[in-house]
C-alpha cells in the first residue's frame, strides 16, 4: 500500500502561480511512477502530468505544458507540480496517484493504483 497525500491547494488569481505537494508514505516512493490527475465538476477526471520513477522522464498535457512543471525528491518522498500563468480553466481538484510500472495507457485515471484525496485549486479571473 501507498498512501498519498496532496497539499498546496488554494485560491488564486488568473496569472499566479501555485505549487502543489503530494506526499507519499508505505512503500518504497523511487519504486513508483507518479502522476497527477485534475476534475472540475461536472467533468471527466483528466490528465495532468507524469513523471517516470527516477525523475529522469516527464510527461504534460498539451493544455498545461509550458506552464506546469512535475518533479520529485525520492528522498523526501515528494512529487510536485509547480503550475505557473495560471488560467480559470485550471480550476479543479488535483490528484496525485501512483503505480509501479507505468502503463500503455498512463493519461486514463483507471490505470492508476493509489491515489490521494485531491486538494482545490481555483483561479479567479
Known amino acids: 500500500q501507498v498512501q498519498l497525500v496532496e497539499s498546496g491547494g488554494g485560491l488564486v488569481q488568473a496569472g499566479g502561480s501555485l505549487r502543489l505537494s503530494c506526499a507519499a508514505s508505505?512503500?518504497?516512493?523511487?519504486?513508483?511512477?507518479m502522476v497527477w490527475f485534475r476534475q472540475a465538476p461536472g467533468k471527466e477526471r483528466e490528465f495532468v502530468a507524469a513523471i517516470y520513477r527516477s525523475g529522469g522522464i516527464t510527461y504534460y498535457a498539451d493544455s498545461v505544458k509550458g506552464r506546469f512543471t512535475i518533479s520529485r525528491d525520492n528522498v523526501k518522498n515528494t512529487v510536485y507540480l509547480e503550475m505557473n500563468s495560471l488560467k480559470p480553466e485550471d480550476t479543479a481538484v488535483y490528484y496525485c496517484a501512483a503505480r509501479g510500472d507505468l502503463p500503455a495507457r498512463f493519461k486514463e485515471s483507471s490505470q492508476w493504483q493509489y491515489w490521494g484525496q485531491g486538494t482545490q485549486v481555483t483561479v479567479s479571473s
Open positions: 508505505g512503500r518504497t516512493f523511487s519504486n513508483y511512477n
